[in-house]
């Protein structure tokens, strides 16, 4: 009889050497095999009929229903893994999040879940890959976590439709709108969108009659010349426009694009006439951002619920009128069937690890150029079915300088939920990078410096790990350090960073070998995560500035007490933009920048912990809807492009057996 985990199942027996990840997912799946999702469920605490079974490895949850049952429910313990500053390579932060929720449910017996986000094609066929974990601290099938999934963020299916189709869905109502305003009368638009169908006015442009100090209850009919021009004319600005079309691809060309330079996208401009005024190409330039850049996945993200879910989709801002006045997306009369697109990819998919751990998935925006962390509903639901002496390991994205401070100040604001522990995830390898080792690329084999012993290179590195733990503990919680061991780290310089993470104030650094043990290797590190838990008083938590501060402020405070920064520059555009959205009432919001992940400033080459540095802010998009405003700084892009050779070139199919091949 083979041995069992404390979870009564069969106990994790890792090969060695550790097989690629797909081969480690292809093995379990085969030789050991998946638990039935029902199983996974049941054993989580959760009702068959709380239970959307896809297929046999993946279900989706309802919400309404189970959060009801469960509302009384104390909460488990919040853990947030992150990370220092990354090589492009990655340290093995998903890795980690999945191999402590392994060690803590399958080694220590806790009622455990892990929550993540969904990977995005882009990087999957790009440069850094999956987000399924690794080695044998993954989320089983890798291949059907990394491919679609249950098609939340691009393809459409039955259960869930997509992030990019009701992204672009309001990305043609916008130019559509523009289309038809600037060829007809006010009149005109009127009767087309009132008095053609002899329907009263329905919910949503109630609204827009309400925001126009218009009365609701009057019929379409009875609305005067000036009211009636006021309702069908949003009078784009068409400089304003912040949203733009996305696809889940790297795709650099696509960055800036001319639409509306068809044949038919001609019209007879408004108050001319035809004959004597000759037809003009209805154009514009715009782009494109890669589908994890799009408010609507961050809406995905920080809804609490469906209702919820319908008013940040439509209060999202798309862009101003000529007057100033926010154009929204109910405004168009699009939020109600942009949420009838989403509202099924409201519900977290639940999956399991290789030690047959749960693991709840959802959302997939990234930290760098969004706020890189899963949804609230996910951490919500897990917390309450794992209970008071439970434990939820969510991750955020990136380095702690964005996905933990974005977690911190705008999803943990939003959803009023404490964390007790902030897991930061440290390698040898990218502490020997910012300690002044040679330049890390990926596809390229590493110099000698990061396979051989080198102690003064990790102790350098190690201030930018230092700043990381000191960012933390200003937010009042315990910081524990995962050292991420890979296969040619030494005894010493791991104890190095041990030592440095001790005396900046660490509860305690752990080395843990996940990657290649399972759960097994992570137990210390579970083990310092459960008494840090213990330690941590919810009532030291606490933000980093006061909402209600001008939005140049916030941007300065996150510029100098994360980043180190010594001010911040904002460009014309940025100036501008501040001020619109101030006298709008959009300056109380919380702040979400964009920059790289991988320093922590805004030039990727500067490593450990740079000083002499200011931020520069070249514009400011606002997330309304979703909730926060935007500063995109330095370079940083929205849509990524594909290096030389890109990660699709290893990725194949056995046609004979129809398995996946080469995918990590």
Known sequence: MSETNSMGHPKLQPKFPVPSDIEVSQDIVREV???????????????????????????????????????????????????INPTPLGEGKSTTTIGLAQALGAILGKKCFACIRQPSQGPTFGIKGGAAGGGYAQVVPMEEFNLHLTGDIHVPRSCSLAITAANNLLAAAIDTRMFHEDSQTDEALYKRLCLATNKPFNEIMKKRLIKLDIDPNKSPEELTPE????????????????????????????????????????????????????????????????????????????????????????????????????????????????????????????????????????????????????????????????????????????????????????????????????????????????????????????????????????????????????????????????????????????????????DAGAFDAVVSNHWAEGGKGAENLAKAVANACQETRSEDFKFLYDLNLPIRDKVEIISKEIYGADGVDFSELAEQQMTQYENSGFGNLPICIAKTQYSFSCDAAAKGVPTGFRIFVREIRSCVGAGFLYPICGDIMTIPGLPTRPGFYDVDIDVNTGQVIGLF
């Open 227 to 502: 009211e009636r021009s006021k309702f069908a004319r949003l009078d784009f600005d068409k400089s304003t426009i912040t949203w733009q079309r996305v696809l889940d691809t790297c795709d650099r060309h696509l960055r800036k694009v001319m639409v509306g330079m068809g044949p038919n996208e001609t019209i007879q401009p408004r108050g001319t006439v035809k004959g004597e005024t000759p037809r003009v190409q209805h154009s514009r330039e715009t782009g494109f951002d890669i589908t994890v850049a799009s408010e609507i996945m961050a809406v995905l993200a920080l809804a609490k619920d469906l209702p919820d879910l319908r008013s940040k989709l439509g209060n999202m801002v798309v862009g101003y009128s000529k007057s100033g006045a926010p154009i929204t997306a109910d405004d168009l009369g699009c939020g109600g069937a942009l949420t009838v697109l989403m509202k099924d990819a409201l519900l977290p998919t639940l999956m399991q690890t290789v030690e047959r751990t749960p693991v709840l998935v959802h959302a997939g925006p990234f930290a760098n150029i969004a706020i890189g962390n899963s949804s609230i509903v996910a951490d919500k639901l897990a917390l309450k079915l794992v209970g008071e002496d439970g434990f939820v390991v969510t991750e955020a994205g990136f380095g702690a300088d964005i996905g933990m401070e974005k977690f911190f100040n705008i999803k943990c604001r939003e959803s009023g939920l404490i964390p007790k522990c902030a897991v930061i995830v440290a390698t040898v390898r990218a502490l020997k990078m910012h300690g002044g080792g040679p330049p890390v690329s990926a596809g390229k084999p590493l110099a000698t410096e990061y396979t051989q012993e080198n102690i003064p290179l990790v102790t350098a590195g190690c201030c930018n790990l230092v700043k990381h733990i000191q960012n933390a503990k200003k937010f009042g919680v315990q910081v524990v350090v995962a050292i991420n061991q890979f296969k040619t780290d030494t005894q010493a310089e791991m104890q190095a960073i041990r030592q440095a993470s001790l």
């Open 33 to 83: 095999g998946l638990l039935p999702i029902q199983d996974v469920a049941r054993e989580a605490g959760l009702l068959d009929e709380e239970v959307i079974p896809w297929g046999i490895a993946k279900a989706k949850i309802q919400l309404k229903s189970t959060l009801s049952r469960l509302s009384s429910s104390p909460d488990g313990n919040y853990i947030v893994c992150t990370g």
